[in-house]
């Protein structure tokens, strides 16, 4: 799979999504019409004669008109409702935020696999969400982006299926994130809930039209009654009409990357078994998967299994079938499941709870390696492109490695600011004291003492770690109040601004934190996609691959020059432009800034041209240092495109503490 094809397909699905809508509400306009003039033929006696009394262009224009604005006013509010990011349906549904200091075993467990695989994927944790009173097996992943994702389970499928069966899970609603599915996924919500609006609106009609008919006796009365009940009737078999098209839109979309996750989530595990053991345990349970909230059937598409029973134009495709593809030798049985017997126990299935014990022995501390590793251009561009099954090792190897002071400081309020701020402090001694001095007259005195703590053992980390740990600091950082955000986001531009030499990775990293968490607190939508050609954004890769070869190769002109033409060629000869190399006064922070933030705005595949440009240049003497392909990694997050670690770069030395 390729992470940029398959976005570049959920945006083109978008478009299909649209016309399919379109066709729906021109459908449902004939059909309002025909009831309008129905009941205008009832009740009309003054027909001109000779006239055609179903042919009125004045009702066709009124009930066009009408119906039109009603579904698109519908859909635009219920899209602005879910403009909230994953959070809201992930409530609507009946979820409850996991607490990420929980002590319960299962919930743990739950959060050690979303962490691990967070870390692998190179994206932010999502917020995880348990639906405590469905006690079948199922999942789902919602949000806008990376920054609102949220991961939800079932009771059933947190407590029923054993770590290989739940990872496999998680992996498939991974696949969903990274391959763009959920942007495409709350945008059907939205646009249906226009359609199945006109039931409702059926549904209300009917209710005064019944309760009309009983309070009147007058004849007048008895008439309007009578009429307000057939307009009910006819509007609550549009709408359920509408939302019988909505499902065909639905199973359309849906069946076919529902496979595509299955395939993807035993790429990612190198674990068939895993999947395949939750898929027959569904089909063992009693409950299967169905869901019995009443938005599961407008968030049908969302779920890992079939929400409720409908054979008929069904989201997924059949549980045998999904078997099948998975196991092609599979007997056929399903496996016989029940809810556990909760019991205190520990979790023999994962590499820990709540991290290592701090100051017991040995802690296993993961420490930058500076010496290069050879990496071929193919094998970093299939780095970026998928997640692989060592890259999931690595998301494991890393979250059990960290000790549990690191964990608990990324899961609490001020632990969270203090971790980011200190991977973000200047590694030259006169730097950091002078930024040290302007952050203690910024933040409170614990945050400003945890910031020294952490820098002591975080500042000298390997860039992997660096990044993992803002990941996990992240969903904790979203609980900031709006006041509390705005400070911290002012003091991390104080930080960086500070010290007027501020390195490119430090930048990076903050454009990453600035990305997710202000895209979480001013609920900007994703950027458009404005550019699908190179022409319009010469300059600002220009100015990218510059940056990138200057780093890359300092203090060797020749080497700069070779690097850069390495990447220039790679654009050249996909796009036939004119690339030409930018001299350090042109490359400033400010440019670089302006650059991400267009190129946010560039086609999926564009982005992979660009990146792939860039592993050209840093690779060009045939080896990458972890903070070049980590700065790559930055590159990726800050133009909305984010990346898996590269696992080659990562020898991540253990290193004992006594």
């Known amino acids: 799979m390729d992470f940029f094809e398959h976005q570049e397909q959920a945006r083109r699905k978008t478009g299909v999504l649209i016309f399919y809508f379109i066709l729906a509400i021109l459908g449902i306009i004939a059909a309002t019409y025909a009831l309008a003039a129905g009941i205008l033929m009832f009740v ?46 992930a409530r609507e549904l009946g979820g409850r935020e996991l607490d990420l200091n929980t002590t319960d075993y299962h919930e743990r467990r739950l959060l050690n696999v979303v962490e691990e695989m967070a870390i692998a994927s190179g994206v932010p944790v999502p917020t995880v969400f348990v639906m405590d009173s469905e006690e079948s097996i199922n999942a789902f992943a919602a949000g806008k982006t990376t920054s609102d994702a949220v991961i939800g389970v079932t009771r059933g499928c947190m407590t029923v299926l054993t770590r290989d069966e739940l990872q496999g899970v998680i992996a498939h609603e991974f696949s969903h994130i990274l391959n763009g599915d959920m942007r495409l996924n709350i945008r059907l919500m939205g646009l249906l809930f226009g359609i199945l609006f006109l039931a409702l609106m059926g549904e209300l009609i009917l209710r005064f039209g019944v309760r009309g008919g009983m309070n009147s006796g007058r004849k007048e009365g008895a008439g309007m009654a009578l009429v307000m009940l057939v307009a009910g009737i006819g509007l609550l078999a549009i709408g359920y009409l509408g939302n019988f098209f909505g499902n065909l839109i639905k199973a359309s979309v849906s069946r076919q990357r529902e496979f595509l996750a299955d395939a993807s989530a035993v790429q990612f595990t190198r674990n068939p078994d895993g999947l395949a053991g939750a898929l027959m345990k569904i089909g063992g349970l009693k409950s299967g998967s169905t869901v019995s909230s009443p938005m599961a059937k407008d968030a049908s598409h969302l779920f890992f299994g079939s929400a409720f029973s409908s054979s008929l134009f069904a989201t997924h495709p059949p549980l045998p079938t999904r078997i099948q593809r998975l196991l092609p030798h599979w007997d056929g049985k399903f496996s ?48 970026m492109r998928t997640l692989h099954p060592e890259q999931v090792d690595l998301g494991q190897m890393v979250h059990s490695s960290l000790p549990s002071h690191w964990i608990e400081s990324c899961h609490s309020h001020n632990g969270a600011q203090a971790m980011v701020l200190a991977l973000l402090l200047a590694q030259d001694e006169d730097l950091r004291n002078s930024e040290l001095d302007q952050l203690r007259k910024s933040v409170d005195e614990d945050i400003y003492d945890a910031v020294c703590d952490l820098f002591c053992e975080v500042g000298a980390l390997h860039s992997t ?17 709006r006041a509390e955000y705005t400070t911290f986001r002012a003091v991390t531009d104080q930080l960086i601004a500070s010290d007027r030499q501020v390195d490119l990775f430090e930048f990076a990293l903050l454009k990453v934190v600035h990305r997710h968490l202000d895209a979480y607190f001013e609920k900007t939508p994703p950027p458009r996609i404005k550019y699908r050609k190179f022409s319009p954004l010469i300059p600002e890769t220009e100015i990218l691959l510059s940056t990138l070869a200057a780093l890359s190769h300092r203090d060797r002109p020749d080497e700069i020059r070779s690097a850069f033409e390495g990447a220039a060629g790679e654009i050249r000869k996909s796009a036939n432009v004119s690339i030409a190399f930018q001299t350090a006064e042109k490359c400033g922070l400010k440019e670089i800034d302006g650059a991400l933030g267009k190129f946010d705005r560039a086609s999926p595949l564009l982005k992979r041209q660009l990146l792939v440009a860039a592993s050209r240049s840093v690779l060009a003497d045939g080896a990458v240092s972890s903070g070049e392909a980590e700065l790559i990694r930055a590159i990726a997050d800050a133009i909305g495109c984010p990346i898996p670690p590269f696992v080659k770069t990562a020898p991540l030395l253990p290193v004992t503490n006594s």
């Open 44 to 89: 009309d006696d003054g027909a001109e004669a000779g006239a055609n009394p179903l042919w009125r262009p004045e009702v066709l224009i009124y009930t066009s008109l009408g119906t039109a604005g009603i579904v698109f006013l519908a859909s635009a509010f219920k899209t602005a409702q879910l403009s909230g990011g994953g959070a809201v349906v």
């Open 465 to 481: 770690i660096k990044f993992s740990l803002v990941d996990l600091a992240i969903p904790t950082l979203r609980h900031l109040s």
């Open 336 to 383: 016989a499941s029940r809810l556990p017997v909760v019991t205190r126990k520990t979790d023999q299935n994962t590499s820990r709870i709540s991290g290592t014990s701090q100051g017991s022995g040995a802690v296993s501390m993961l420490t930058d390696e500076s010496k290069a590793v050879a990496l071929s251009q193919p094998e970093a561009v299939e780095s």
